[in-house]
């Protein structure tokens, strides 16, 4: 989980290190200059799973659960939503993360939707892919070797 203001931080950063010291924790770093915080991910907690196809991060909700909503706010818009469309609905959100074999990071994301809506049965599934190239720093320059 991640909060909706750190989540519009997090857009933003130009690149950030993911390390796995053991097989129960992913850390994510950012660079210094960014103001969001060192996160730890463990397994054993259900963060996220990872096996030989890559790492998996997936969350279920009401379809009345927002980003920027509290859990307070999620829980009062499913309890008052739930009456008024005759039934309910709950959606998933996976995010899977693969090394590419040129070094690159692709993500597929599948977010899929079921319920009840009007006392219709209801379905729905969006994929869509994301790739970021592996970060590369500017070779360092040397001011002893420029010409006069």
């Not at 690159?104 to 209801?122: C, H, K, N």
Request: glycine share 8%; net charge negative.
């Amino acid at each position: 989980a991640i909060e909706y203001k750190e989540l519009l931080q997090a857009r933003n950063v130009k690149w950030l290190k993911l390390e796995q010291s053991n097989p129960d924790t992913l850390e994510v770093s950012f660079p210094p200059d960014e103001p969001l915080e060192h996160k730890i991910y463990k397994r054993s907690k259900g963060d996220f799973e990872c096996d030989s196809s890559g790492l998996k991060f997936s969350i279920t909700g009401s379809v009345y659960s927002f980003e920027d909503s509290s859990i307070v706010g999620s829980t009062i818009m499913t309890v008052t939503g739930l009456p008024i469309n005759l039934g309910g609905a709950f959606m998933s959100a996976e995010r899977a993360f693969r090394p590419m074999q040129d070094g690159s990071l692709s993500m597929e994301v599948t977010d899929s939707g079921w319920g009840i809506v009007l006392l219709i049965p209801i379905h729905g599934k969006h994929n869509a892919f994301v790739r970021w190239q592996r970060y590369q720093p500017p070779p360092p320059t040397n001011a002893s070797s420029a010409s006069p």
